[in-house]
C-alpha cells in the first residue's frame, strides 16, 4: 500500500495549484482520502477529504476556494487550489482517513509535496 502525493511548486498570490495523490496496492475507490497540511512551526491541519462515497469536507479556511476529486481509472485524489494566499503554503500530505468527518488519519501517509505561495 503506497500513496504517493505531487503537484506542489511556488506560485503567486491568487494563482492555482492541483496536487495529486497516487495510489498503489489498493484502489482508492474503497477508501476516504485526505489531504492534510503543516506550514512551519504550525501543526498538521486537515485540508480536505473525499469519502468512498463521494462525501467531500472542507476546512473553513479552503472553502469555496479548493475542490476535491477522484479518478478512478487513475487510481488517484486531486486536490484543486483556486485563488491560494500565503497562508496556504507548507507542505501537503495526502492520507487514507478513518473518519472523513473528524479527519482521523488512517495510517497511511504520501510522502509529502511543497507548497509556497510567494510574490
Known amino acids: 500500500v503506497q500513496l504517493q502525493a505531487s503537484g506542489g511548486g511556488l506560485v503567486q498570490p491568487g494563482g492555482s495549484l492541483r496536487l495529486s495523490c497516487a495510489a498503489s496496492?489498493?484502489?482508492?475507490?474503497?477508501?476516504?482520502i485526505g489531504w492534510f497540511r503543516q506550514a512551519p512551526g504550525k501543526e498538521r491541519e486537515g485540508v480536505s477529504g473525499?469519502?468512498?462515497?463521494?462525501?467531500?469536507w472542507f476546512s473553513d479556511s479552503v472553502k469555496g476556494r479548493f475542490a476535491i476529486s477522484r479518478d478512478t481509472a487513475k487510481n488517484t485524489v486531486y486536490l484543486q487550489m483556486n485563488s491560494l494566499k500565503p497562508e496556504d503554503a507548507g507542505v501537503y500530505y495526502c492520507?487514507?482517513?478513518?473518519?472523513?468527518?473528524?479527519?482521523?488519519?488512517?495510517?497511511?501517509w504520501g510522502q509529502g509535496t511543497l507548497v509556497t505561495v510567494s510574490s
Open positions: 496496492g489498493f484502489t482508492l475507490d474503497y477508501w476516504a
Open positions: 473525499i469519502s468512498a462515497s463521494g462525501y467531500e
Open positions: 492520507a487514507n482517513l478513518f473518519d472523513i468527518k473528524t479527519m482521523t488519519p488512517g495510517g497511511y
